[in-house]
């Protein structure tokens, strides 16, 4: 499969996960660009950043606004504290060893999978 058709199927996959789970892309997308793309976890993070840009969720986001499931007032206040905490993680980000950010990132993914599971 050549690259492009990967990366396009990449995106798609994360699409549906996104649309289906309300997951941001970020959590398949980050893994698959370093463990099967080659990506260093800073490349990686950085490069779903820049695609999440983009109103990535707007059909899948537009899909649940139609159906009465989204609440626009919550999401504008997430969204201005998202913009304030995205620019400083990032600052955080790019000043620590890849290993080291990488590591917290498995950590992170660990926790919210293991409080997911156990529902505490």
Same mark, same amino acid.
């Given at each position: 499969m050549s690259a492009v058709l990967a990366y396009i =199927?990449?995106?798609? =996959?994360?699409?549906?996960?996104?649309?289906l789970v309300g997951i941001g892309g970020g959590i398949i997308i980050v893994p698959a660009l370093v463990l099967v793309f080659g990506m260093n976890q800073l490349q990686a993070q950085g490069t779903t950043l820049a695609l999440l840009v983009a109103p *990535? @969720?707007?059909?899948? $986001?537009?899909?649940?606004?139609? &159906?009465?499931l989204v609440?626009?007032?919550?999401?504008?206040?997430?969204?201005?504290?998202? *913009?304030? @905490? @995205?620019?400083?993680? $990032?600052?955080?980000? =790019?000043?620590?060893? &890849?290993e080291v950010l990488r590591k917290v990132f498995g950590v992170v993914l660990l926790l919210v999978s293991l409080r997911m599971l156990t529902g505490k």
């Open positions: =199927v990449l995106g798609v =996959v994360a699409g549906i996960i996104s649309g *990535v @969720g707007l059909l899948a $986001a537009w899909t649940y606004y139609n &159906n009465g609440d626009l007032k919550i999401a504008v206040l997430i969204i201005i504290g998202f *913009v304030v @905490g @995205g620019y400083l993680g $990032a600052k955080v980000a =790019v000043s620590l060893p &890849n």
